[in-house]
């Protein structure tokens, strides 16, 4: 079962513009995690764990996973896998290699996310100079 939220959701074009100042390393993970999501599909879960077989090494960064997985389901391209349970839901969740729990997530929204790579991606995106000069 996936929340889903109980405000309207975004427009494409908002979400684009909402997502435009994010650092890079938030938006490398933000499309690892888009291109997760849309590899499984609306009815597969992942979580952060799967992000390895679906080019994380390119992500960009660690510390990050929780903002970018909290701002996909803000903006309804991701929602949570889980049950209710005594009428409160309850998101299921996997360990990390480090033994911690994390959530699991289902796509919501294949649209939003592919409009989000398309707006994104580092070829769609030109690189300001202060990127280019953390590249080095």
């Given at each position: 079962?996936?929340?889903?939220?109980?405000?309207?959701?975004?427009?494409?074009?908002?979400?684009?513009?909402?997502?435009?100042?994010?650092?890079?390393?938030?938006?490398?993970?933000?499309?690892?995690?888009?291109?997760?999501?849309?590899?499984?599909?609306?009815?597969?879960?992942?979580?952060?764990?799967?992000?390895?077989?679906?080019?994380?090494?390119?992500?960009?960064?660690?510390?990050?996973?929780?903002?970018?997985?909290?701002?996909?389901?803000?903006?309804?391209?991701?929602?949570?896998?889980?049950?209710?349970?005594d009428?409160?839901?309850?998101q299921?969740?996997?360990?990390?290699?480090?033994?911690?729990?994390?959530?699991?997530?289902?796509?919501?929204?294949?649209?939003?996310?592919?409009?989000?790579?398309?707006?994104?991606?580092?070829?769609?995106?030109?690189?300001?100079?202060?990127?280019?000069l953390e590249?080095?």
């Amino acid at each position: 079962m996936i929340a889903t939220p109980a405000k309207a959701q975004p427009s494409p074009e908002t979400l684009v513009r909402e997502w435009t100042w994010k650092a890079p390393a938030m938006r490398a993970m933000t499309l690892a995690v888009c291109r997760l999501a849309l590899a499984r599909g609306v009815a597969g879960d992942f979580s952060a764990m799967d992000l390895a077989d679906h080019g994380a090494d390119a992500h960009g960064g660690t510390g990050i996973a929780g903002s970018v997985f909290r701002q996909l389901a803000e903006a309804g391209i991701i929602g949570p896998v889980g049950a209710i349970v005594d009428g409160e839901f309850i998101q299921r969740r996997v360990r990390n290699a480090c033994g911690n729990p994390i959530g699991l997530w289902r796509l919501t929204h294949p649209g939003l996310a592919r409009a989000l790579i398309a707006a994104h991606a580092p070829e769609s995106v030109p690189m300001r100079q202060m990127e280019l000069l953390e590249l080095r």
